[in-house]
């Protein structure tokens, strides 16, 4: 998953939201260094991740993309579930996206100092650029990809993943809205999320 559905998966507990969010970030020697309420929210990235990987209908969507997108298709359908959460957030959040977003911003700006340096300082750039509103639509997706197009190492098709959604819009929707319910489940024994 992305960084909004791992941010909802927190389920709006700070500590949980702080150790997740970072853990893309962080080294496994750093990890090792810090307080229990962090890896806690570590723990629930890696578990969100693992399950996100093995679960039958986020298969489903790899199968489906993977003509056009090659060895990352994952990075693109957890990428794409993003805009699908964003799409569908009233059936998943009685709060607006909006106040959601602006929430978790002033949350990571309070909480940046236990951040390694490199994220601390890209933080305030990343909220400037709306980082949660990344994959809104098709504009953003187009500007997500391009920037990602910039750090990836191996041949890639992003350009057309735009296209892609479009052609395979209700079958990749249908997947998610059939995943993520499980995904919610399964993050019950860390947090409330329902």
Not at 8 to 20: A, F, P
């Amino acid at each position: 998953m992305n960084h909004l559905a791992h941010i909802y998966l927190s389920c709006q507990d700070g500590d949980l939201l702080t150790g997740n969010f970072m853990a893309d970030f962080i080294t496994t020697k750093d990890i090792k260094s810090l307080p229990p309420y962090l890896k806690q929210g570590i723990e629930l990235h890696k578990s969100i991740d693992h399950f996100t990987d093995h679960h039958p209908e986020v298969k489903k969507c790899i199968l489906l993309l993977r003509p056009t997108q090659g060895k990352y298709t994952p990075v693109v359908v957890d990428i794409l579930f993003d805009y699908f959460l964003i799409k569908n957030w009233n059936l998943f959040s009685g709060e607006s996206f909006e106040i959601f977003k602006n929430k978790v911003y002033d949350h990571l700006l309070t909480v940046s100092d236990s951040f390694p340096e490199k994220l601390k300082m890209s933080l305030p750039k990343m909220i400037n650029n709306d980082f949660l509103m990344s994959c809104h639509n098709e504009e953003r997706l187009n500007k997500t990809f391009d920037h990602l197009s910039k750090r990836v190492h191996f041949p890639h098709n992003f350009g057309s993943v735009t296209a892609d959604l479009k052609a395979n819009s209700e079958a990749l929707e249908s997947h998610f809205l059939s995943f993520f319910p499980d995904l919610i489940s399964h993050v019950q024994p860390f947090c409330n999320c329902k």
